[in-house]
T-cell receptor
Framework: SAVISQKPSRDICQRGTSLTIQCQVDSQVTMMFWYRQQPGQSLTLIATANQGSEATYESGFVIDKFPISRPNLTFSTLTVSNMSPEDSSIYLC?????????????FGEGSRLTVL | AQSVAQPEDQVNVAEGNPLTVKCTYSVSGNPYLFWYVQYPNRGLQFLLKYITGDNLVKGSYGFEAEFNKSQTSFHLKKPSALVSDSALYFCAVRDITHSSASKIIFGSGTRLSIRP
């Protein structure tokens, strides 16, 4: 199993600012996934980050709002740009269990973002 | 398109009683099915998965789930509930028929509350 560390664990931000969330994995992984969990709701996939290529965004999410970096096989960042209160959510980084290749995901503890 | 439904927002059970958290899914081909648990202010933790083989799968913390293809269900069960089982539970599905890289879709979540 993979151990995933996310920073920050929580933050309170002002409207119009941007915040970058970091995700560090203790092993090399091909794909990293970024999810959003809005208050009281389920997880929604924002994008899939592959090392060496641009991230693939899901419908309703765009690169200008959620730029992603993937500089190597153990690290990724998600930036939430020009934040509004509607961006208040938990942002979760996850990776797939590459050894078993059965689709099981491992998650970080999440970054709880509150936008005032 | 694949989808997963958790018809109950909340399930309340007395400690020591059996519990069931319901999940139904829809995929065009063969599913991988998962259950995750989320404790307060934490990321998601993997509980169990169905890939192939025996329809009854056993997972962490004494939980099990039964894959029923005819009813397209994957209900989570435990013979004797503990207060510490109180958490948010997510069912998830992945359609692997067409691509092993297909994304995982999460249900809306069911809050399980175990009373002493």
């Amino acid at each position: 199993s993979a151990v995933i560390s996310q920073k920050p664990s929580r933050d309170i931000c002002q409207r119009g600012t941007s915040l970058t969330i970091q995700c560090q994995v203790d092993s090399q992984v091909t794909m990293m996934f970024w999810y959003r969990q809005q208050p009281g709701q389920s997880l929604t996939l924002i994008a899939t980050a592959n090392q060496g290529s641009e991230a693939t965004y899901e419908s309703g999410f765009v690169i200008d709002k959620f730029p992603i970096s993937r500089p190597n096989l153990t690290f990724s960042t998600l930036t939430v740009s020009n934040m509004s209160p509607e961006d208040s959510s938990i942002y979760l980084c996850s990776v797939e269990d590459g050894t078993a290749n059965t689709g099981e995901l491992f998650f970080g503890e999440g970054s709880r973002l509150t936008v005032l | 398109a694949q989808s997963v439904a958790q018809p109950e927002d909340q399930v309340n059970v007395a400690e020591g009683n059996p519990l069931t958290v319901k999940c139904t899914y829809s995929v065009s081909g063969n599913p991988y099915l998962f259950w995750y648990v989320q404790y307060p202010n934490r990321g998601l933790q993997f509980l169990l998965k169905y890939i192939t083989g025996d329809n009854l799968v056993k997972g962490s913390y004494g939980f099990e789930a039964e894959f029923n293809k005819s009813q397209t269900s994957f209900h989570l069960k435990k013979p004797s509930a503990l207060v510490s089982d109180s958490a948010l539970y997510f069912c998830a599905v992945r359609d692997i028929t067409h691509s092993s890289a297909s994304k995982i879709i999460f249900g809306s979540g069911t809050r399980l509350s175990i009373r002493p």
